[in-house]
């Protein structure tokens, strides 16, 4: 091997733009083992062919991409493979974007308002309701077009975001979620009942229809509850509608 093309492990530390403790633990996993390694001494030496290997590496470490995943990438950078994955990592990146966002705006809500400090509900209340559906945008959009209602991130992953409806705040009086449960879910109900307050039930009902919305009952005055009404979704769950 060239001498001159041979590099120690400082010498490729410092013109690969990486640390000397990175390069010994890339070596000990595998990821970029020296050219050669001197059996008398132990020294390693790297040669420069390797340093588009090496700033790859860095570049995608600084990116967080995990190192099962930088292995992949370096193996074939131009593979469909390594395209998806960092497809992914990007969608990754920006739903941890999003959840700092929200955490941020909390934030600053503590410090305008004051910080709020709930009491501790000891008591066993129903607090979430799975809704069957089909094709979960197309529900999400029926239910923002006939009830005004916007979804939001109600759990937080590195690998996804889990969507639904939440009312009130968690562990307190009125916390409750409405979650959608599409075909792939394990734990998906059948056709699905509840029931919803509204400030105009008249109002509210011609919205939904006008939405989309099967009319199941029309509004009615009932003896000993609300005037209520109720609409079926196009997936055939029935919304009860009381006036508020």
Partial sequence: MDNENRLTVGQFARLA???V???RHYDAIGLLPPAEIDVHNGYRRYVREQLPTAVLIRDLRWLDLPLDHVRTVIADPHS???SDLLAEHAARLTRRRDHLDRQIAHSEEHVAEGVIMHAVVNTTVPVQI???VEDPALARKFYADAFGLAESVIRHTDDADFGGYQFGSYGQPGFFLLVF???EDFDRPGR???GLTVADLDAAHRRALSAGAGEAVASTDHQGMPRSSAVTDPDGNWIWLYQG
Avoid: D, E, N, R
């Fill in 192 to 194: 699905t009942t509840f």
């Fill in 21 to 23: 403790h990175a390069l």
């Fill in 80 to 82: 469909q493979k390594s």
């Fill in 130 to 132: 799975k809704v069957g």
């Fill in 17 to 19: 733009g990486v640390s």
């Fill in 181 to 183: 449960s599409g075909p």
